[in-house]
């Protein structure tokens, strides 16, 4: 069965950087987009960009330009989101979301989430 | 791209249907077929309940149905069983090829 295992939670200081990693069983990473969401405390949930696991090319939201960076390990079948350059309104969960498959004719995104990691920036 | 916009809550008896919306823009909902709706309950990772407007991915009840109208989606739930109880909330694919989120939806089952 198709699970997505993330990284523990994280404590940064403001202009640090951190790295989520979000592991994938049950599946080849490499057929498959993945997606990087956060949710903020109290807040809805924010899409940060997607990185086609296959050839690593990614795509992020203007926002975050420059700052974040999508990578994946195929021979762990492992995606990374590393955030830099942290401040506190980057306290959030991040999830990792499986999206379709490459080459697939059909919009099923986000059809397995990861449980979620906690990252606060706190001095 | 603003949110996705959502009633903060809804609620209702067993048994009954309770209908939540997601409106967005021209630019979003109103423009693709992708809106997608998510069920969660706390400190739980989403699950995926409705895709491409209405699919229900394979293990979700046929209680649970979705459909459109201009730039507002909606999310069905018939039948309402008490494990219904959680936030749910829905995405759509955007213009700048992109994906948005609505706020969320807290569901009482009373």
């Known amino acids: 069965q198709v699970q997505l295992v993330q990284s523990g939670a994280e404590v940064k200081k403001p202009g640090a950087s951190v790295m989520v990693s979000c592991k994938a069983s049950g599946y080849s990473v490499t057929n498959y987009y993945m997606h990087w969401v956060r949710q903020a405390p109290g807040q809805g949930h924010e899409w940060m960009g997607i990185i086609d696991a296959g050839d690593g090319s990614t795509s992020y939201v203007q926002k975050f330009q420059g700052r974040v960076t999508m990578t994946r390990d195929t021979s762990t079948n492992t995606v990374f989101l590393e955030l830099s350059s942290l401040r506190s309104e980057d306290t959030a969960v991040y999830y990792c979301?499986?999206?379709?498959?490459?080459?697939?004719?059909?919009?099923?995104?986000?059809?397995?989430w990861g449980q979620g990691t906690l990252v606060t920036v706190s001095s | 791209q603003s949110a996705l916009t959502q009633p903060p809550s809804v609620s209702g008896s067993p048994g009954q249907s309770v209908t939540i919306s997601c409106t967005g823009t021209?630019?979003?909902?109103?423009?693709?077929?992708?809106v997608s709706w998510y069920q969660q309950a706390p400190g739980t990772a989403p699950k995926l309940m409705i895709y491409e407007v209405s699919n229900r991915p394979s293990g979700v009840p046929d209680r649970f149905s979705g459909s459109k109208s201009g730039n507002t989606a909606s999310l069905t739930i018939s039948g309402l069983q008490a494990e219904d109880e959680a936030s749910y909330f829905c995405s759509s694919f955007t213009n700048m090829r992109s994906f948005v989120f609505g706020g969320g939806t807290k569901l009482t089952v009373l």
């Open positions: 021209s630019s979003d909902v109103g423009s693709y077929n992708r």
């Open positions: 979301a499986r999206g379709r498959a490459l080459n697939s004719g059909n919009d099923l995104n986000f059809d397995y």
